[in-house]
Every structure is written in C-alpha cells, then in structure tokens.
C-alpha cells in the first residue's frame, strides 16, 4: 500500500507563493493535479523517478516548479505568482507499476495512488 500525505495549502493573495509538499512512501514517478469546484480534475505537473524530466500544464507553466528529493521520498511543487483561478484541491499521485526511470505521466489515469488532497485559496 503506498501512503501519499500532502501538505502546505492554504490561503493567500494573488502574487503570493506556496509550497506544497508530497511525502511518500517510497520512490514513484509523481504528478500533481488539481480539482476546483465544478471542474474536471487537472493536469498541474508531472516528475520522473529519476528527477531528469518534468513536465507541467500550459496554465502554470513559467510559474509552477516541481521538484523532488528522493531521500526524503517527497516532491515539492512550488507556486509562484499565484492566481485566483489556482483556487483549487491540490493532488499528488504516484505511478506504481512498471514505469521507466526517466518518464512522467501527464494522464491522471497513469496514476495509481491518490493523496488525500490540500486545499489553496488565492483571493483577488
């Protein structure tokens, strides 16, 4: 059973930074993703195993880092120049079966285990 615990949402004014956290229980391909209220869930951005290639959703690129420090089994993404239409649960997941070393996933299909989901809040 891989446990994903996310951490660091919370409210802010646009402009504004944050960073969340993603703790695992091992080391996995991950993604973050997003859900706001009525809307599909969302690609936000995706990180291989091995940290060499990322890849992120055309709304946040340019402002969106995602990281990661395999001794810590934790991925980061950091959110500068927050918007309020980044309102929204954030969501870290992990791709657990047979992948490549040097891939992401972008599909939240590829993905097998889901966190419980950080809320982040950007007022005008």
């Known amino acids: 059973q891989v446990q994903l615990v996310e951490s660091g949402g919370g409210r802010v004014q646009a402009g504004d930074s944050l960073r969340l956290s993603c703790a695992a229980s091992?080391?996995?391909?991950m993604g973050w993703f997003r859900q706001a209220p009525g809307k599909e869930r969302e690609f936000v951005a995706a990180?291989?195993?091995?940290?060499?290639?990322?890849d992120y959703g055309d709304s946040v690129k340019g402002r969106f880092t995602i990281s990661r420090d395999n001794a810590k089994n934790t991925v980061y993404l950091q959110m500068n120049s927050l918007k309020p239409e980044d309102t929204a649960v954030y969501y870290c997941a992990a791709h657990t079966t047979y992948y490549s070393t040097s891939r992401y996933y972008s599909g939240a299909d590829e993905y097998d285990y889901w966190g419980q989901g950080t809320r982040v809040t950007v007022s005008s």
């Open positions: 990180i291989s195993w091995s940290d060499i290639r990322t």
């Open positions: 091992s080391k996995y391909p």
